[in-house]
């Protein structure tokens, strides 16, 4: 059938549907039937009513909501419209529901289209122009045409029309592109509609994709920034692709001179880092050493291999982790001048010599019976000092076995463990038992204090150190250096500020207030309020308290839970703290026996000779040979006797 039957033939369809109100079935395409049909209700078919337009803000705000789309949708119509003959053909916009965003249109069309109405802001809605390839394509999102009759309106009669929904990869519609020919024109160009829509999505695709990467990098640039890690990248042929600023910080490096070299010209890395870089591993948090251009540097790292065949090698900062460490080992300090409750005189003189050394840097050494708060007061200079925000490192020389000594303190490269004094950074290190350090210990701590530089137990790099140093014994270190067992110069620098805390048999007005801030504490805990009857508290008194503040707070924390009154008698306090013995009477499990007292002056000579027999025999005066058996006696026999 040639064009002119066609429309002729649909034309006859439309006119006997309008006549009749129905079509034979199979004569009209259903969809569009069904939509002559809902017309029928509200459109006259043969008068043209304008169709509603958008104008002022209500235009404004359909414009402004669909910038974009128009924006990208413009360019493609622009170039399909004038690749074709303007004269032909109409290129329309539509948002999704069916308001005209754009119109590209010209002569003698434009004219026809204009007298109808079509510009930007008509609405293209069924109720308005009647059945339309908007509202079909609507309804289904299929490339939709209509040719002349089709149309319900008969002043469409006159067009072709084709449209095609711009649906991007989620499912969202953005709107519609339309394309109109003259009825008689040739209907080829109507594809125009369905190749913008395309062109139209795969922009709004790309410009999506472009977005979220950019977002994506601008996030990734950030992140590397802001991070407190450094990292370092490298490629499979192992050239160096990226470095942070932080990397550049730590490794004291520019980025322009590493970028392009290679990374195994530039670092020297240590076996367990090059064997993961070889088995392609990752390697999470392993401190290790690496040598740039001859300096060594410590560090935390983490490697990751990615799937490329590149790496990152993540530097984690070494203070931080230290931080860390200094955490996990440093007492909670948290005593303070004030919360020592100073009372007495003979202890208001000690803080005032202890304020002196305080503006000092030298170290301090405190001297004082055991459990008289030596290592109270040390946490109250540390917290009155310039050191408060370091930590306080606390390391009981007693408890340190000779063979480890130098380990525990100097710490080693190999696992790497810092040293004690590194540890100390900025803060305090406290000594407890100072005169159990071993001759070899004193003389690296000489050299610490003289130098400010520490060497770990298995290296020979010096790392610099700033602590403030505090010692503490509880015997006569002048007597250990005139014995020969302690370094007189190591006494002479460590002594520089003495404290002495006097011991609690000579401060009653302290131990007066201890007993009645035990008693509040007692009713805070409780919700009891005990006394103590002056008799008792005469007994209190007058004991001699030998193991002093520890002793006091253990033994009051018994009597007060064996009492059951409110009242406290004398009675009620045990035998021995009544008649001023200086152990209790009812137990005598912590005495020692004089074979035991000898057993541990033996060892700790020994210890503190660095188990020289010769020098600890003299020490102890007594005969080498003497020594040695007494040594084989008491099992004291630690392996071969360092004796020269
Ligand atoms: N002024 C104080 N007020 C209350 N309690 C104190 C005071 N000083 C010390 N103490 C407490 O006394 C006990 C012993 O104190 P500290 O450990 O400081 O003594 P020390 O002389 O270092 O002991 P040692 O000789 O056993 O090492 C701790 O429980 C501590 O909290």
Request: hydrophobic share 40%; with cysteine; charged share 25%.
């Amino acid at each position: 059938m040639d064009k002119e039957s066609y429309h002729h033939d649909l034309k006859n369809k439309w006119k006997m549907f309008i006549h009749h109100g129905w079509a034979s079935e199979g004569s009209v395409n259903s969809v569009t039937l069904r939509s002559w049909q809902k017309c029928l209700k509200h459109c006259d078919p043969r008068r043209w009513k304008m169709p509603i337009k958008a104008s002022g803000q209500t235009l404004q705000t359909i414009l402004s909501r669909n910038g974009e789309f128009i924006r990208v949708s413009r360019r493609v119509v622009e170039d399909h419209f004038t690749l074709v003959s303007g004269d032909e053909v109409a290129l329309v916009v539509l948002d999704p529901h069916g308001w005209t965003l754009e119109v590209q249109s010209a002569g003698e069309l434009a004219t026809q289209l204009q007298h109808l109405g079509v510009g930007v802001g008509m609405s293209w809605a069924e109720e308005e122009i009647g059945t339309n390839v908007y509202s079909l394509c609507r309804d289904t999102h299929l490339y939709t045409r209509l040719e002349g009759a089709e149309h319900f309106s008969e002043s469409l009669h006159a067009f072709s029309m084709s449209a095609a929904a711009v649906i991007d990869y989620c499912g969202n519609v953005h709107g519609y592109i339309v394309c109109i020919v003259k009825a008689s024109a040739d209907t080829h160009y109507l594809h125009l509609s369905h190749a913008c829509g395309v062109e139209v999505a795969n922009f709004i695709y790309i410009e999506n994709e472009q977005k979220n990467t950019n977002k994506v990098l601008c996030q990734h640039n950030a992140v590397i920034e802001c991070m407190d890690d450094g990292f370092i990248c490298w490629d499979a042929q192992t050239v160096i692709t990226m470095i942070n600023p932080q990397a550049q910080l730590l490794l004291n490096v520019k980025q322009e001179s590493l970028i392009g070299k290679n990374i195994r010209n530039e670092f020297v890395f240590p076996p367990a880092l090059n064997e993961a870089i070889s088995q392609r591993t990752k390697l999470p948090q392993k401190q290790i050493v690496i040598e740039y251009r001859g300096e060594f540097i410590e560090l935390m790292v983490t490697l990751r291999p990615l799937s490329d065949g590149s790496f990152l090698l993540f530097l984690h900062p070494l203070d931080k982790i230290r931080k860390i460490a200094q955490q996990q080992i440093s007492t909670n300090a948290n005593f303070t001048f004030d919360s020592l409750h100073v009372i007495s005189k003979g202890m208001k003189q000690v803080l005032s010599v202890a304020r002196r050394a305080i503006k000092t840097a030298s170290p301090i050494l405190i001297n004082g019976e055991e459990g008289v708060g030596k290592l109270s007061m040390a946490m109250a200079i540390h917290n009155e000092s310039e050191q408060r925000d370091g930590p306080f490192i606390s390391v009981d020389c007693q408890m340190l076995s000779p063979e480890n000594m130098l380990h525990e303190l100097l710490g080693s490269d190999a696992g790497p463990v810092p040293s004690k004094f590194e540890l100390a950074q900025n803060g305090t290190l406290y000594l407890d038992k100072v005169e159990y350090l071993s001759s070899e210990i004193q003389s690296v701590l000489l050299k610490v204090l003289k130098t400010g530089l520490v060497m770990r137990s298995d290296s020979h790099r010096l790392i610099p150190v700033r602590f403030r140093l505090i010692t503490c014994t509880g015997s006569s270190l002048r007597d250990y250096v005139q014995q020969g067992a302690f370094s007189r110069q190591l006494y002479y620098e460590i002594s520089m500020s003495e404290i002495e805390i006097p011991p609690l048999r000579k401060r009653r007005d302290d131990l007066e207030y201890m007993i009645n801030e035990i008693l509040e504490k007692y009713r805070n805990r409780t919700g009891k309020t005990l006394t103590i009857a002056t008799e008792a508290k005469s007994a209190l008194l007058e004991y001699l308290w030998p193991g002093n503040i520890s002793e006091f707070k253990n033994r009051m924390e018994k009597i007060f839970m064996g009492c059951g009154k409110l009242v406290l008698e004398l009675e009620d306090i045990p035998l021995d703290i009544r008649q001023n013995n200086n152990c209790a009477a009812d137990d005598v499990s912590h005495l020692i026996s004089l074979a035991e007292v000898e057993m541990q002056a033996i060892e700790h000579v020994c210890r503190v000779c660095d188990w020289n027999l010769s020098k600890a025999a003299d020490v102890l005066k007594i005969g080498r040979t003497t020594l040695w058996r007494k040594l084989k006696n008491y099992n004291l026999y630690p392996g071969p006797f360092n004796d020269e």
